[in-house]
């Protein structure tokens, strides 16, 4: 499916429990807690820009192509390479701390990131999940 559109987060699942637990400082937590972050995807066949905008003005872009090796960023600033595959319809990651995926499910940008060691979703803090509405 297209991922293509501006995503306004709509909801959020387990933000302070997740930020933690993968060691982002409680300074950027607490900045973090109630912002409305804007995600932008531009996807050309298996090309993809994706930036979130925060609403201090502030963004992340990373620039990647399904199946290559590219140069990426972290919510915390840290750079790293990775590659992006696409599995049943969803854009999968593996950032250096936590696993994400990224999905469009009922119109909606659903993302959701677990901790890398975490071996199952018995513990809260491992996870993440973000929904934004096509604006």
């Known amino acids: 499916m297209a991922f293509t559109g501006r995503y306004e987060v709509e909801s959020e699942d387990n933000y302070d429990a997740f930020v933690k637990c993968i060691g982002i400082p409680s300074d950027i937590i607490e900045k973090g807690r109630n912002f409305k972050i804007v995600t932008e995807v531009a996807q050309n066949g298996n ?4 930036t979130q905008i925060y609403p201090t ?28 595959k ?24 659903v993302e ?7 071996l199952s979703l018995t513990d809260l803090a491992d996870y993440i999940k973000y929904m934004g509405f096509k604006s």
């Open 47 to 50: 090309d993809f820009v994706w």
């Open 57 to 84: 003005g502030q963004s992340m872009t990373n620039k990647f192509t399904i199946g290559k090796e590219a140069d990426m960023e972290t919510m915390g600033g840290k750079k790293f390479k990775a590659t992006v």
């Open 86 to 109: 696409m599995e049943g319809g969803k854009v999968v990651v593996d950032f250096p701390n936590y696993h994400h995926t990224a999905e469009i499910a009922g119109g909606k940008l």
């Open 112 to 118: 959701t990131s677990h901790k890398l060691t975490s």
